[in-house]
């Protein structure tokens, strides 16, 4: 048996282009730098709404297109590069037809939230491989997007560290002699901390991440663990296994990404010193492995690699995730959704950390299962779980 997720072997790096939606994200900005890197050609670029950054963008890269998700962002984007051969696409509607369109071989999407799913789907449905850098498309619509994949022959290829790792441990090995996947976690910003040490916590001391340099969403998401059961479901989703089969580390030095466990209790780990644009790399390139521009690693510098629980009592939406995975239906959904308003909330300084778990967990909890749902189903839920929570936070005086 093939493994699940494989891209055609005959696709050649750079005899077709890639389409970067999200370009101007943290994920976004280093996938251009890869791109430019290897001289892979950039058929169309997307962004919410900075227009300084895209046009830049367009100078450097030429191309096709650039979907613009702010109407009037694109109106003055159109001025700003009328004078090269780029076609400036408007809204909603512009990021999805640059998804379907054009001859991309991979579209990576960097979107942030679910607002990245729509152009997902729009991707697999074209035929086009999706190297997804949006996880909240796989932790809401996962199943959807991974039957969709499957049967119109394109893959799925994670950008995310970890499903990375797991994905080059996994190269070539049939999926059934997997037996365990085990997630590393660099433990976030709290590290360490008892719930009464974090109630406190502010925006600026989640926002200091260790050992990767991200968005403020997902470094808060780390600092809370939630980012890690994010990417339990994630996993779960992608290489489809059983929720008890997933496994979390600490991890804190972030060297090694990930590991797969074999039927034989073999271990294969995949290690590098921490930098997305591999991952991103690996992605875009796949099945081909190119140089990198990245610093040998050097364990005898490194010393020590250290291993160890994740502290579930005081980060308690890991186990929430696990749960919410384990339950399926529309449990994720809102798990996903409850948490994007309740991170949304704390950035705006409206609520503390601890209460984004309050939050969330009691949203979950209180949010009826519906078992097979359709898209308009998780769509529903995912909005429903959002005004729970500010409905919840107004109660609480916010
Ligand atoms: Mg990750």
New binding site residues.
């Given amino acids: 048996m093939e493994s699940k997720n494989m891209i055609k072997k005959q696709d050649k790096i750079g005899a077709l282009p890639v389409t970067v939606l999200g370009s101007t994200g943290s994920v976004g900005r280093q996938t251009m730098d890869v791109a430019q890197l290897h001289g892979l050609r950039v058929e169309g670029i997307a962004g919410a709404r900075n227009i300084t950054l895209l046009e830049e963008q367009i100078r450097r890269f030429s191309p096709a297109y650039c979907a613009v998700e702010d109407p009037e962002a694109a109106k003055l984007l159109r001025v700003a590069a009328a004078d090269t051969q780029t076609k400036i696409l408007s809204g909603r509607e512009g990021v999805l037809w640059l998804a379907e369109n054009g001859s991309a071989r991979v579209v990576l999407n960097s979107i942030i939230g679910t607002a990245g799913l729509a152009p997902t789907l729009a991707a697999i449905r074209s035929k086009k491989n999706v190297a997804l850098a949006n996880k909240e498309t796989l932790v809401t619509a996962g199943e959807f997007v991974m039957r969709e994949a499957r049967e119109q022959g394109v893959s799925v290829l994670p950008v995310?560290?970890?499903h990375c790792a797991i994905f080059q441990c996994l190269n070539g090995e049939p999926h059934d002699r997997i037996t365990r996947l085990i997630l590393t976690c660099s433990g976030g910003a709290f590290h360490g901390r008892k719930r009464d040490q974090l109630s406190g916590m502010k925006k600026d001391d989640a926002l200091a991440h260790p050992t990767w340099k991200m968005g403020a969403k997902i470094t808060v998401d780390c600092a809370s663990l939630m980012?890690k059961g994010l990417?339990l479901i994630e996993a779960v989703r992608l290489f489809d296994v059983a929720p008890d089969m997933v496994d979390i580390v600490i991890h804190k030095e972030s060297i090694v990404h990930s590991m797969v466990e074999f039927c034989d209790r073999s271990v294969m780990a995949q290690m590098a010193l921490p930098d997305m644009r591999l991952c991103i790399q690996y992605a875009l390139t796949y099945p081909d492995r190119m140089p990198s521009h990245l610093e040998p690693l050097d364990l005898r510098r490194i010393g020590t690699l250290t291993f160890s629980e994740p502290d579930e009592e005081t980060f308690t939406l890991l186990p929430l995730a696990r749960r919410a995975v384990t339950e399926g239906g529309i449990k994720t959904a809102v798990l996903n959704g409850a948490n994007e308003a309740a991170v949304s909330l704390f950035l705006q300084d409206k609520i503390t950390f601890t209460d984004i778990f309050d939050l969330v967990e009691e949203v979950v909890d209180d949010t009826a299962n519906m078992k097979n749902p359709t898209l308009t189903d998780i769509e529903e839920a995912d909005r429903e779980a959002r005004s729970a929570v500010i409905r919840k936070a107004s109660r609480h005086g916010v």
């Fill in positions: 995310d560290s970890e980012n990417e």
